[in-house]
């Protein structure tokens, strides 16, 4: 009797050789093949209400340029006569980032209007009912004012008007609107096919 262990693993390496080229040949089906969003991007899974991050989260790097600023300033005043290392242009970045980070400041007011608070103001603003709406956060002016602007269309099915207006983010005063009857096309499906201006004669 042999003393030799046994296995089922194939010692012919044709039989190898074979069986690999069998794998890498062998086709999947078109329902074989799954596209799955992650679990942080798939929104059906996702729950709560999403809150948009708050204009005044721009202090945080505001105050890191300013910090950076009186660093390089007290840098040169005290190193400027004794080290090759530091010149004016030391001075002149503190000078730069100093400018930065104060503006930072400025543009960092708080957020007082969130888009739920925009869009019942739009909704008092525009003469009819608001169905499908949507808000954006940008900024206005150079001091980098934080506003809503909103696209709103009213609740018929289809919609028969639409309206743009922008909301003060600190305010919340109405800056600009207009209101105008929906120009866009609707397929039978309710689909909204492209913006069709009436034909000129």
Known sequence: MSDQPTTDAPTDPSEVAVGAV????????????????????????????????????????ALIYLAVAVFCLV??????HDSPLVNNGMLGAAIALGLFGAYGLVASRTLAVDETA????????????????????????WWS???????????????RRRAMVVVDGISGDVIEWFAEDNPE???????????SPEPRP
């Open 22 to 61: 069998a794998d890498e040949t062998t086709t999947l089906r078109d329902e074989d093949v799954v596209d799955t969003l992650p679990e942080d991007l798939d929104m059906v899974e996702a729950s709560g209400d999403y809150r948009l991050p708050n204009n005044n989260r721009r202090r945080v790097p």
């Open 75 to 80: 840098v040169w005043a005290t190193s400027r």
């Open 118 to 141: 925009a869009l019942e103001v739009a909704d008092r603003t525009v003469g009819f009912a608001i169905g499908h709406a949507t808000a954006q956060m940008v900024w206005r002016g």
């Open 145 to 159: 004012r934080p506003v809503w602007r909103l696209l709103a269309y009213s609740t018929e099915n289809p919609p």
């Open 185 to 195: 096309r609707y397929e039978a499906d309710g689909d909204a096919a492209v913006d």
